[in-house]
């Protein structure tokens, strides 16, 4: 194990500092942490937000084990994940997406398959939630574990701007298209793997959308739904598809068409944007971006 993420409270991280200080770690300034302390090749950072607790490096599974389970948390967990949580070791699909906030690039929906020995190995692989992971080589490194990992069965539906914009008018509406996304994705697994009894992914602002789509494609296995599932292991690997997916389209996008694009929604968005329409004329847009967000309003200048 080379990562871990886990939740403290106030109090906790406070001890957590006090035992950092007293075993030699060298302490620096990282954005949005409360503190972030180094010793030889194990980074140990505490984010504001929370307050949690992401621990990274050689030497990861040791500290759990010897430090922050006995003397932080007081609860052992590491080794006892499928008494703790059995419900991530049995056969399941996990589905997540990306791109869906971002004006550049497609939207992904992508899909994975886990039981205990699968789940078992992508953990010890180091396998999280992408949007807790910022380095492109690091996402496309892990995707590629995922990958290799047998019997992981994976599918990923990417939906490019031109699709994009033109499912969006059929549609109307976001969460039904990704609704779509995520059927299609549900079906391409079930379709490899018949026998699996359950699917996992994030809570949609109406939960009876991607119900009905399921059944719309006869589809009946048990559709579970909740917030923060990126902590699921089938759904973290998922995640980790998606986004190298969307971040070798961008990276590809950004190279051919000779301007980067950024990530998000913010002012460097709507510049770029604005440039590749000065250069090549407002119907680039569809070709690259997702027409119905407000940022193609102020690219436009339109009110």
């Known amino acids: 194990m080379t990562?871990?993420?886990?939740?403290?409270t106030p109090a906790q991280a406070e001890t957590l500092r006090q035992i950092l200080h007293g075993h030699g770690y060298d302490f620096e300034a990282k954005p949005y942490a409360l503190f972030s302390a180094r010793k030889g090749k194990l980074i140990v950072t505490v984010y504001e937000k929370g307050p949690k607790v992401l621990?990274?490096?050689?030497?990861?599974?040791?500290?759990?084990?010897?430090t922050l389970e006995p003397e932080v948390t007081g609860i052992a967990k590491i080794g006892y994940e499928e008494i703790l949580e059995p419900d991530k070791f049995e056969p399941h699909?996990?589905?997540?997406?990306?791109?869906?906030?971002?004006y550049f690039g497609p939207l992904v929906i992508a899909g994975a398959y886990t039981d205990a020995t699968i789940a078992r190995h992508l953990i010890n692989a180091g396998i999280l939630d992408s949007k807790r992971i910022s380095s492109p080589a690091r996402i496309r490194k892990l995707a590629a574990i995922?990958?290799?990992?047998?019997?992981?069965?994976?599918?990923?539906?990417?939906?490019?701007?031109?699709?994009?914009?033109?499912?969006?008018?059929?549609?109307k509406n976001l969460n039904r298209l990704l609704a779509?996304?995520?059927?299609?994705?549900?079906?391409t697994l079930a379709s490899a793997r018949p026998d699996c009894p359950r699917t996992l992914s994030d809570q949609?602002?109406?939960?009876?959308?991607?119900?009905?789509?399921?059944?719309?494609?006869?589809?009946?296995?048990?559709?579970?739904?909740?917030?923060?599932?990126e902590s699921d292991t089938a759904v973290a690997a998922a995640s980790i598809l998606a986004r190298?997916?969307?971040?070798?389209?961008?990276?590809?996008?950004?190279?051919?068409?000779g301007i980067h694009l950024p990530l998000g929604a913010s002012a460097a968005v709507i510049q770029a944007a604005r440039d590749l329409?000065?250069?090549?004329?407002?119907?680039?847009?569809?070709?690259?971006?997702?027409?119905?967000?407000?940022?193609t309003n102020a690219v436009l200048d339109l009110h």
């Open 180 to 187: 779509w996304g995520h059927a299609r994705a549900i079906e």
């Open 93 to 102: 699909f996990g589905i997540d997406e990306s791109g869906k906030g971002d």
């Open 3 to 8: 990562t871990h993420t886990e939740p403290l």
């Open 244 to 257: 190298e997916r969307f971040i070798d389209w961008m990276d590809h996008a950004s190279a051919t068409g």
């Open 204 to 229: 949609f602002a109406r939960p009876e959308i991607l119900q009905h789509a399921l059944k719309q494609k006869g589809l009946t296995l048990q559709l579970e739904q909740r917030t923060k599932g």
């Open 277 to 295: 329409v000065a250069r090549d004329g407002p119907e680039i847009l569809g070709k690259v971006a997702k027409l119905h967000f407000k940022t």
């Open 55 to 66: 621990i990274q490096g050689k030497g990861t599974e040791d500290f759990i084990r010897f």
């Open 146 to 171: 995922i990958r290799a990992t047998p019997g992981c069965t994976t599918a990923v539906i990417a939906i490019g701007p031109e699709r994009y914009n033109a499912m969006f008018t059929t549609f």
